[in-house]
């Protein structure tokens, strides 16, 4: 990449544009965090069009896109159609580079409302935060990209040459079922010499973050079978093994005694981590004071390299409705986030045979809804890695942190396959303390303003670049 021969443009003007607009940003975020939009078929369908449709308003608003649309891909392998997508595009001019700005407009449920403060789909700014669903994640994202977008359009104007491609999926909560087939249809609008997925977080409140791994993930279901109908627990109990002390007994053999993963096969990654205490860990994860951490390793190792295997629902018996009965079966969810270099299918097939392997007094074992997804490991030679780190040291005033995130973008993996000569940088709004996916999700307002001016100071300067003949 060289520098392109344009009129300079002063970065102040950038940042004063940033600053002006910081207000009306936060307005449009309010109103999108008012609309429930939740791709599960369970919730009010319309309600993810009317988000899909505020969101192309706020794209065509900018006045800066040739076309934009809202689309919807088909799902491999069924009939159905994904839930709807926005894509925005503008052509490069002058041989400039074109950047993809993805994020996604669909959230999660807000679970049970009476452990809100205040209403999840009513935005309330308080202590310097913005509270309600989808405020952090992911609409914080949408809107970093509109601001970003509006004060470069408003400082730069006729001599905003850089091709930008929008990419605001509706399902990424749901599993981005269509995700893949969306790429296909639609690889020409989307090819970009770099690509921002803004649905990750940041060293601190007041430190950016660059995601430079990810883990990768195996969700599956597991049914426990040991009879054929269910039994009196007083006339057969102590001769028959009832399918939750199978199922107890099984999934104990999943995790050594302090809480590492025991399954042979699945890999760890060997990788330096910054300095974290279990002090910090007790206060952003919520640990209760007699509660001691698990796994072995630095902190951060166990988080961003090392396996975990966490049980995320069961169907037995309620507790309402239990009585004196041996149960025939249970059923399981199983979600296991896998060390960045291991597939997610590698992964999966460990955890099958050692469940297998291990199922006591012969349970039968039935494994169904499995779905994978693989980490990703960011190459940080690139120029769009280094021109990143500079706009978030200057966006935010401090140098950024290299991050690893135990979380999972399944995604990712389809956008190299795609577009692998594209550079992917993994950025971010939340905080440690945004409680992406709990009661009480936020946005740290100066995390957001400073998001917003780094990404517009990096599309600032990939205008003033060329590529190379």
Known sequence: MTSAEIPPVSES????????????????????????????????????????EAVAALATDTGVFDEVRILRAGIPG??????????????????????????????????????????????????????????????????????SIRAVADAIGDDLDLGIAMFIEGEEEYGSRSFAQFLSDNKDALRADAIVVADSGNWDSTTP???????????????????????????????????????VKLLSTLWNDDGSVAVEGMAERDAATPDYTEE???????????????????????????????????????????????????????????????SGQEAYEALERHLRANAPFGAELTFSDVDLGNGFLVDTSGWAVALTRDAMRDGYGVPPVDLGVGGSIP???????????????????????????????????????????????????????????
């Open 13 to 52: 003007d950038i940042l004063e544009a940033v600053a002006t607009g910081g207000p009306a940003a936060l307005s449009d975020l309010g109103r999108l965090v008012r609309i429930p939009g939740m791709a599960w078929p369970a919730f009010d369908q319309t309600q993810l069009e009317r988000s899909a």
């Open 411 to 469: 995604f990712i993996a389809d956008l190299v396959r795609e577009f692998p000569e594209a550079q992917i940088l993994v950025t971010g709004v939340e905080d440690p303390h945004s409680r992406a996916h709990s009661p009480n999700e936020s946005l740290h307002l100066d995390t957001f303003r400073n998001a917003v001016a780094t990404e517009a100071l990096l599309l600032a300067r990939m205008n003033a670049l060329t590529l190379p003949q």
């Open 280 to 342: 910090t860990l007790r206060d952003e994860a919520g640990l209760l004071p007699g509660t001691m951490p698990i796994g072995d390793g630095t902190i951060l190792s166990r988080i961003w390299n090392k396996p975990s295997v966490t049980v995320i629902g069961i169907d037995a018996t309620s507790v309402a409705a239990a009585s004196n009965t041996l149960l025939p079966e249970v059923t399981v969810v199983l979600s296991a986030r896998v060390a960045p270099g291991q």
């Open 209 to 247: 973050g660059l995601t430079v791994s990810l883990r990768g993930n195996a969700r599956f279901t597991m049914r426990v079978r040991t009879l054929e109908h269910a039994s009196h627990s007083g006339m057969f109990g102590g001769a028959i093994p009832d399918a939750m002390m199978a199922t």
């Open 78 to 147: 069924t009939d159905e159609q994904g839930q709807p997508a926005v894509l925005a595009t503008r052509a490069a001019r002058n041989g400039r580079p074109t950047i993809l700005l993805y994020a996604h407009h669909d959230v999660q449920p807000p679970g049970d409302d009476a452990l809100w403060e205040t209403p999840p789909f009513e935005p309330t700014v308080r202590d310097g935060r913005l509270y309600g669903r989808g405020a952090a994640d992911d609409k914080a994202g949408i809107m970093a990209h509109i601001a």
